[in-house]
């Protein structure tokens, strides 16, 4: 590939009823004219209604989503079939090459050692698999964040993990984990125009950021050291977006590089 490849994370809520996601799909479709992409995506408003639907309560630990045994298959079908096919459709109908497919084709995936968890996978390496074949040839990979592990179980990996793994293996030079919320929200709820990895775990021991953006912030932090490169949290619903990333949300800077962690994003 003659330039390293962005990394795309869709978070679940692009494809909520009611959603209006046309500048994400632009966006996406405008990048992947000009440099490799490959997207990751969650889906957990779909995995929640599905859940719902047969009975089930899903609970959620440090932001990553208990999967027991009894709703391992629903999750599976809702993220690796309706998900990954919707999305994919998605950007189809943008002009996008696309290609669905799981994580377990790209990356290595071990069980979470948290037995809390469930069948909940971590990453465990990989070369990326087929995805650089595929970048190589102008397709769009849509992974779901549905891995193997090393003895063939199916296992539940938190999207944001997805995402950093997968930037690390392909070397990615840009990072951008997109969601329903504008960036991290300081007390004000402004978005924090830039935070260093010193920054992230202050931000959390002070309360400020909280929920499942704990798991974000951390993922974002573990992709910035792993690949050196700016990790961007933002809506993908910013009007903005269509022209990148560029200073809208909360850029997550690799390790030696001054933070900004008040006032909103430009």
Excluded: Y
């Excluded at 469930?118 to 650089?132: C, E, F, K, R």
């Excluded at 397709?139 to 779901?144: A, N, R």
């Excluded at 809506?235 to 809208?248: F, H, K, M, T």
Aim: include cysteine; hydrophobic fraction near 45%; glycine fraction near 16%.
């Amino acid at each position: 590939m003659p330039d390293a490849p962005v990394v795309i994370k869709i978070g679940g809520s692009a494809l909520a009823p009611g959603a209006e996601t046309g500048t994400l799909w632009r966006a996406v479709a405008a990048v992947a004219e000009s440099r490799p992409v490959a997207v990751v995506h969650g889906g957990g408003p779909l995995v929640d209604r599905r859940l719902a639907e047969r009975g089930f309560v899903s609970d959620k630990i440090d932001g990553i989503r208990a999967t027991p045994e009894q709703h391992l298959s629903t999750v599976v079908g809702a993220l690796a079939g309706e998900m990954n096919a919707q999305i994919t459709a998605k950007l189809i109908g943008d002009g996008v090459r696309a290609v669905g497919m799981a994580l377990g084709a790209a990356l290595n995936v071990r069980i979470n050692p948290d037995p809390r968890l469930g069948s909940v996978g971590a990453i465990g390496g990989g070369d990326g698999g087929a995805v650089p074949t595929l970048l190589g040839a102008g397709f769009v990979p849509v992974l779901s964040s549905i891995g193997i592990g090393i003895s063939g179980a199916i296992l539940n990996v938190n999207a944001d993990d997805a995402a950093v793994g997968l930037a690390g293996a392909l070397r990615a030079d840009s990072v951008w984990l997109l969601s329903d919320v504008p960036g991290v929200l300081d007390e004000s709820g402004r978005p924090m125009p830039r935070l260093t990895i010193g920054d992230i775990e202050r931000l959390i021991d002070e309360g400020t950021v909280s929920g499942g953006m704990c798991a974000k912030i951390r993922a974002a932090a573990r992709a910035a050291e792993a690949t050196g490169a700016r990790v961007v949290i933002a809506s993908w619903s910013d009007p903005r977006l269509a022209d990148g990333v560029g200073e809208i949300g909360t850029s997550i800077e690799p390790s030696g590089t001054p933070s900004a962690t008040t006032g909103a994003s430009a």
